[in-house]
């Protein structure tokens, strides 16, 4: 039951788009809080048109990533350029406990919703700017996605091999974990602040500075040692082997890491202790780096002879961290995310029966969030507009006909 969620009562005017953001308030949304997400017909949220689409048909209700970005939230629709738009909004934020954008610096402004502006109307307000380079300095006003980001920061030119193009991490990362975890954070500390004193906050973040958090190891290395770390692929300056090994079949493959001298013995005992496993050269961490490349060779055509379930299960057995390297089929199909409920079906108005993330923990005293799916655009302008903004029949098809509700 939605009232028995951590931030139930809270409510956010939500005015983020694209990924971080929208993920920041997807956290806020599944946690309980009555998120309104702020959109316009004319130009929609650039992941409402982000493939995949369901059954491979576009359209701005029938992407997944969106859909999996915003599930519980509500969607009002209003054309931020009408000058009887900025009322309405002012409205819904007398309302409201949080304000949430990640526009680059100014756009809030334009629109007559800088924090000033804000707090005049809602003095305690909880007011969350996410651009990328923060509202201060010589490069605020630069444009940026997660990619863009992961450049900047350098975590673009940690991830690939040695002596090739940085290859980036497949997805844009910041997006996805430290911004949005980092955001959410900020806000949660700014309610208990409000709590406890009755003082709102301005929460002024650069998205990089979190994405640069993740590169302590990196940072460390040069600031102590004056080296730039190097791309090094999967790996590990003092363990080996630690990688991806091919296993039978058809593109299987399984991730190891062995940390430890034991769990080198751990990993030999489990394959049936093949004779190279015995080379003296190879019983110390340091005697397999110093022979890495040879190692890899050989543990590859060993483990490419074994199923890889049976071989993860093996070594588990034996205290050596492995794991499978799954497609995204086996994610939906593994039984340890069955077992925990990951998974949540929830039928959405036009894409109909769709699969969604879970929260990643479990509250002891509180059940899982997502009570409802992604909104379609503008599902519930006319039910905001009536039940908080104080509209009757009449006006809302006067702002509708005068293109202000969009």
Known sequence: MTQHLPLTGVRV????WIGAGSYTTKILADAGAEVIKIESADRVDSLRLAAPYKDGVKGV???????????SKRSLTLNMKHPRALDLVFRLIRQSDIVANNFTPGVMERFGL??????????????????????TGPQKHYLGYGATMAAVT???QLTGLPGREPAG?????????????????????????????????????????????????????????????????????????????????DDRWIAIAVMTDAQWRGLAAALGAPAWMNDARLATTSGR????????????AETAGHGVEALVLALQAHGVPAGRVSTAADVIEDPQLRHRGH??????????????????????????????????????????????????EAEIARLTEDGVLR
């Open 154 to 156: 350098g975590i673009q």
């Open 289 to 300: 780096l110093a022979n890495v490349d040879e190692v890899e060779e050989r543990l590859n």
């Open 169 to 249: 991490t497949g997805t844009n990362y910041p997006d996805h974990i430290p911004n949005p975890c980092h955001a959410t954070f900020a806000v949660l500390a700014a309610l208990r602040h409000r709590r406890r004193t009755g003082e709102g906050q301005r929460i002024d973040m650069a998205q990089t500075e979190p994405t640069v958090a993740l590169l302590g190891p990196a940072v460390l290395e040069y600031t102590a040692n004056g080296h730039v770390p190097q791309p090094r692929g999967n790996r590990h300056e003092q363990a080996a082997p630690h990688g991806v090994f091919r296993c039978a079949g």
């Open 13 to 16: 005017t939500d005015f983020t």
């Open 61 to 71: 209700n029938r992407s997944g990533y969106f859909a999996d970005r915003n599930s």
């Open 114 to 135: 800088g924090y000033d502006a804000v707090r005049a109307v809602k003095e305690d307000i909880v007011y969350l700017a996410m651009s990328m380079q923060g509202s």
């Open 343 to 392: 998974w949540l079906t929830l039928d959405h108005p036009e894409m109909g029966p769709s699969l969604y993330n879970a929260q990643p923990f479990r509250n002891a005293r509180s059940p899982a969030g997502q009570a409802r799916p992604a909104p379609l655009l503008g599902q519930h302008t006319h039910e905001i507009c009536r039940t908080l903004l104080g509209l009757d």
